[in-house]
């Protein structure tokens, strides 16, 4: 029998325990051994009391536990989880854990500290979508092009709610919280760190890239209002937030943000909380990848999926996949250098001459408009939505600048890229 420890029965915890009680008899089955779970940690008992399983609230209580092979991570945060799983890793327990934020900052020390030991994290990008194990295995005879989807539940719930409903933002970021699928701090997926931690993790079994959260553009969906949602409507796009992870020559660019996808793309027919992922490989072509991104069960899924894995391998591959630097000499692209086409929401006094400046802005730094609407919304007040033809970051952003300078344009500008 195999006995696991579960570091975190809030949400995913709870459905582990749940899993791994009710789909016993298949769950045996397909590990070749019964998986029970011994005993769990929490900070308050009485949210776990309906429980069968023993509750600590002191972690280190089931690390030291010598009857446990299996450690489960499932509490959030970075710092305390890193300093549990050494010191479970130090006692050879095997580790599976859902915890992006502490991969996206941790991934390569851990590995290095897990040498042979199993370590397993596929609920940590994507939820109940097994991608990294086809990253990681079913792709590995490939070199990866690009990686490009929808990896935040939360956000790809709300932006839904908000284009096909209408409801405000912060009414449906309730809703998703009430349903398990938001960070314990919801500004990790509003912002974009949560989907920037999960590429992160792709592109290290893609690419080899150890990069940290603070070197790669990450923007969020908090500054999108109702106007660009019309432009949006009205030019044929929906609004996702994406990550992207794509390789150029040398060099890899990576990148969260929200982003104008065309309504008869793949990706922006995916709804709700499903996440969807494109991977390209220079081999395979492209591949899509769709399924549930966040909640209990599915999220438990892939964490239970790992158990079992785990239990039944014999040899096992390193923990991001591979043993040597994957690629010499692959860079990390500047974020100035990203090309894409852009929208921008201007809010501008509505005077003579004043599209005029705006555009020989536009003509100064080069970038070409593709199409304008401008929409009348006060007294001499009006907003102008603009999308261009392909630009370069550095340049939008300059741009940019010069426009907020101007004593006509009443606000910052606001950006989306489209994709
Ligand atoms: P959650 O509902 O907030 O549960 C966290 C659990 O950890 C709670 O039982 C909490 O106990 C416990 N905990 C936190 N700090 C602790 C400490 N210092 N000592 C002991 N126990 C502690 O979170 P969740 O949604 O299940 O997410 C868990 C992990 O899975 C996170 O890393 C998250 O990013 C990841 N994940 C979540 C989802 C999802 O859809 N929810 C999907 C994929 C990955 P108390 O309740 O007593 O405070
Ligand atoms: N908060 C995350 C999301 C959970 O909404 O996608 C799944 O990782």
Do not use: W
């Not at 420890?5 to 789909?23: P, S, Y």
């Not at 991969?103 to 851990?110: F, I, K, N, S, V």
């Not at 992207?244 to 020559?249: V, Y």
């Amino acid at each position: 029998m195999i006995r696991v420890g579960v570091l975190g029965v809030g949400t995913v915890g709870r459905a582990v325990v749940e899993i791994l009680e009710e789909n016993a008899a298949i769950i045996s089955a397909r590990a070749g051994e019964d998986i029970v779970v011994k005993s769990g940690a929490v900070r308050d008992v009485s949210k776990v009391s309906d429980l069968s399983i023993a509750i600590t609230t002191d972690p280190y209580e089931i690390i030291n536990d010598p009857e446990i092979d299996i450690i489960v991570e499932l509490m959030g945060g970075v710092e305390l989880p890193f300093e549990l799983l050494k010191s479970a890793l130090a006692s050879k327990k095997a580790i599976v854990t859902a915890n992006k934020a502490l991969l996206a900052y941790h991934r390569y020390e851990l590995q290095e500290i897990a040498g042979d030991l199993p370590f397993e994290f596929e609920a940590s990008v994507a939820g109940g979508i097994p991608i990294i194990n086809a990253l990681r295995d079913g792709l590995s005879a490939n070199h990866i092009l690009s990686i490009m989807g929808i990896m935040n539940g939360t956000c790809n719930f709300m932006l839904t709610k908000m284009m096909e409903e209408g409801v405000a933002f912060d009414a449906v970021l309730a809703e998703a919280q009430a349903l398990g699928y938001a960070e314990a701090d919801p500004t990790f997926d509003i912002g974009g760190f949560d989907a920037a931690h999960k590429l992160l993790i792709l592109a290290s079994i893609a690419y080899g890239i150890d990069a940290k959260p603070e070197e790669i553009l990450i923007e969020g969906i908090e500054g999108i209002t109702q106007a660009d949602i019309a432009f949006a409507k009205e030019f044929g796009y929906t609004i996702k937030l994406l990550g992207i992870a794509k390789r150029d020559g040398g060099e890899v660019e990576l990148r969260v943000h929200a982003a104008l996808v065309k309504q008869e793309a793949m990706l922006a027919k995916i709804d709700g909380v499903m996440n969807g992922i494109s991977v390209v490989g220079d081999r395979v072509g492209e591949t899509l990848y769709y399924g549930p991104g966040a909640g209990g069960n599915a999220t438990a899924s892939a964490v239970v999926a790992n158990i079992i894995d785990i239990v039944r391998s014999g040899k096992r591959s390193p923990m991001l996949g591979f043993n040597h630097p994957l690629e010499e000499g692959l860079r990390l692209k500047s974020a100035d250098d990203i090309r894409s086409k852009y929208y921008l929401r201007l809010r501008i006094t509505d005077k003579a001459g004043i599209l005029a400046k705006i555009t020989q802005l536009f003509a100064d730094h080069a970038i070409s408009i593709e199409a304008m609407i401008q929409r009348p919304f006060a007294q001499e007040c009006a907003h102008l939505l603009i999308s261009t033809h392909e630009a370069r970051e550095c340049d939008i952003r300059s741009l940019m600048k010069e426009l907020e300078a101007l004593e006509t344009v009443l606000e910052s500008p606001y950006m989306i890229r489209i994709v």
